[in-house]
Structures are given as C-alpha cells and as structure tokens.
C-alpha cells in the first residue's frame, strides 16, 4: 500500500462543474504539497499546507491533520484545468517529499 | 527567464552509455531536488542537496551521481544506462527544506 493515496484516479468532469479530489497518507508529515502536472509534463506547485485552509483564484485545499486526510476542490471548472494532480507529503523529520500516483482530471467543454 | 531550467530537454541514447543532465537555478535557492517520473508518471525523489551538501540520497543505484557545483546548479551523471533508466527525470529547487518546490521542465530520457 502506498504511504499516500490519491481518488480518484481519473475524473472527467462537465466545465463549470464542482471538483474534488482526495487524498489520504498515513505518516506523520510537516506539510503536505499540491502539484499540477500540465499535459506537456510541466510541474507547478499550487499550495503547501500544514493546517487548515488555502485558497488560490479557483482552487481551495484543505487538510485535516488528524483523520491524515487532504482535498483540493476546483470551483467553476473550465478545460484548461485537465491536467494531473499530485498529492505529496513531507514525512516529519525528513525532507522529501512522498508522492501520490496523481488523479487525472479531464474537464470536457 | 526561466527559473529552473533542465538541459537537455530530450536525450535518447544507447544502453551503456554514460550521459548527464544539468540543472540550474536563478532563485537563489539553498536546496535542489532530482526526481525520477516513471513510464506510470509516478513521481520519487532521488536525491536533495543543500548548500552543495548532499541531504537526501533514496535508494539510487550508484551508477547515478550527482553533482552540485555550486547552490545554484545541481546535475546529474549516469553511468552504463540500461533499459529500465528510461523516464522523465525533474530537477527542482526551494528556497530551503521543506518549502515549496519550483519544478523544472523535465528531461525524457530514453534508452534504446
């Protein structure tokens, strides 16, 4: 099983629609990372957090650090937020990151 | 102006070779990262240095050596390839441990 798990795995969603994606791990971490991973392989970092909430233009994350649990939501969605979503932690004491294995969203006009 | 900036940008070659892959930054960051992104686009850490020191060294083969010349480059030689090297290898930085990481484009590495 893998320290970080991600659902879904695929999503295909209507623009305008509503996202949510998940992600759940089960180490102790400092932090824990969102990554956008763009068709053409570019990574961007959208958020880093520890606690509570972040939001950014359409994105919101959030976290709960004691169910281990963490989501990005992506409000009004258009077509250019298809892309690979990655869930990564930083384990305490370390500084690595551990990642998920991505949930590909496809948002259809 | 590109902030982490990989070279080459594809590099396909022959097993048994050996090739490198360099990385530099223009953020002025402490910490550099080498990831290695498999055919299952499943991303692993290899190895992270800081100030030039190397902090994080995963289960690599040693036929993988990095290089950090100084904080702002971080390259990354590779020794008699083989067949299951083939990925897409990021190079990234942050500002220290621990903070958010600025990716770069990634180098498709393929091995015939």
């Known amino acids: 099983k893998n320290e970080v798990e991600q659902s879904p795995q695929n999503l295909t969603a209507q623009e305008g629609e509503f996202i949510t994606i998940n992600c759940s791990y089960s180490?102790?971490?400092?932090?824990l990372h969102w990554l956008q991973q763009h068709p053409g392989g570019g990574i961007v970092s959208l958020f880093m957090l520890s606690s509570g909430k972040k939001k950014h233009g359409r994105l919101i994350a959030t976290i709960n650090i004691q169910e281990k649990h963490s989501s990005l939501h992506i409000t009004a969605s258009h077509p250019r937020d298809s892309a690979v979503y990655i869930c990564a932690v930083r384990p305490k004491g370390q500084g690595n990151l551990i990642f998920g294995k991505g949930t590909k969203l496809s948002v259809k006009p | 102006d590109t902030a982490v900036s990989q070279t080459p940008k594809y590099l396909v070659t022959q097993m048994g070779n050996d090739k490198s892959i360099k990385c530099e930054q223009n953020l002025g960051h402490d910490t550099m990262y080498w990831y290695k992104q498999d055919s299952k686009k499943f991303l692993k850490i290899m190895f992270s240095y800081n100030n030039k020191e190397l902090i994080i060294n995963e289960t690599v083969p040693n036929r993988f050596s990095p290089k950090s010349p100084d904080k702002a480059h971080l390259n990354l030689h590779i020794n008699s390839l083989e067949l299951g090297d083939s990925a897409v290898y990021f190079c990234?930085?942050?500002?220290?441990?621990?903070?958010?990481?600025?990716f770069g484009d990634g180098t498709r590495l393929s091995i015939l």
């Open positions: 180490v102790g971490i400092s932090a």
């Open positions: 990234a930085s942050s500002l220290s441990i621990g903070q958010p990481q600025h």
